[in-house]
């Protein structure tokens, strides 16, 4: 089973409707972090937490909001999403400084299109 | 403000060897990743680097020269598997670690 899980996987939707994307980790991990991309822009962080208690906007959080439900469940919301809102978004995961080497372990990608 | 440079797109052939180029301008630095990327699927973990020299990990090594604010990747013995996009990242910004990430390049590897 993967480490690190996205649902749904793919979303189409229209302008103004409110979507929630999710994601879960088995890994154990405090950190958890959410990224969207779009070609030519790379990857571009939205939110982050360390831990459940612990919520920080990204570079680009206008329009977004995040819940740490739990250890291991961190959710995006897109409150009115617009069509510029549409990207591959992947939430990530990665363990305290210090322990190894320290990367982000990806999951699998939510590719949304808002119409 | 945060910068990384890379090639948006390299070619290269099955067999030979080809080296993708990094450059950053950043506040404060705890590391650099390379991530490979196939098409529509997540980055995967290639290598980190922290201190200079290169790291080796078989058809792959790193270099980083933190004073010139330059990494790169070198990809031996190219396989058709390889072409991807390969996203160079680095850690800045003191205790929070934040992860910041380049374009990335796009690798086409031929027969």
């Known amino acids: 089973d993967a480490d690190v899980t996205q649902t749904p996987r793919n979303r189409i939707t229209k302008t103004g409707k409110r979507i929630m994307l999710e994601c879960s980790q088995t890994?154990?991990?405090?950190?958890m972090y959410w990224y969207r991309q779009d070609p030519g822009l790379g990857l571009r962080l939205i939110y982050y937490s360390f831990d459940v208690k612990d919520i920080n906007k990204g570079e680009i959080s206008d329009g977004y909001s995040v819940s740490r439900q739990a250890q291991a469940k961190f959710s995006l919301s897109l409150e009115s999403a617009i069509p510029n809102q549409t990207a591959l978004y992947f939430c990530a995961t990665s363990d305290l400084p210090g322990r190894g080497y320290n990367e982000q372990f990806f999951g699998p990608g939510t590719r949304l299109t808002v119409l | 403000g945060q910068n990384i440079d890379q090639p948006t797109e390299m070619t290269a052939t099955e067999g030979a060897i080809v080296q993708i180029n990094c450059t950053y301008q950043t506040s404060g630095f705890n590391g650099l990743f390379w991530y490979q990327q196939h098409a529509g699927e997540a980055p995967t973990f290639l290598s980190y680097?922290?201190?200079?020299g290169l790291e080796e990990k078989g058809r792959f090594s790193s270099f980083l020269s933190r004073s010139k604010g330059y990494s790169y990747l070198l990809l031996k013995e190219l396989q058709m598997k390889d072409s991807a996009s390969y996203l160079c990242?680095?850690?800045?910004?003191?205790?929070?670690?934040?992860?910041?990430f380049g374009t990335g390049t796009l690798l086409a590897v031929q027969p």
């Open positions: 890994k154990g991990h405090d950190r």
């Open positions: 680097n922290v201190l200079d």
């Open positions: 990242a680095v850690i800045y910004g003191g205790a929070t670690n934040k992860l910041i």
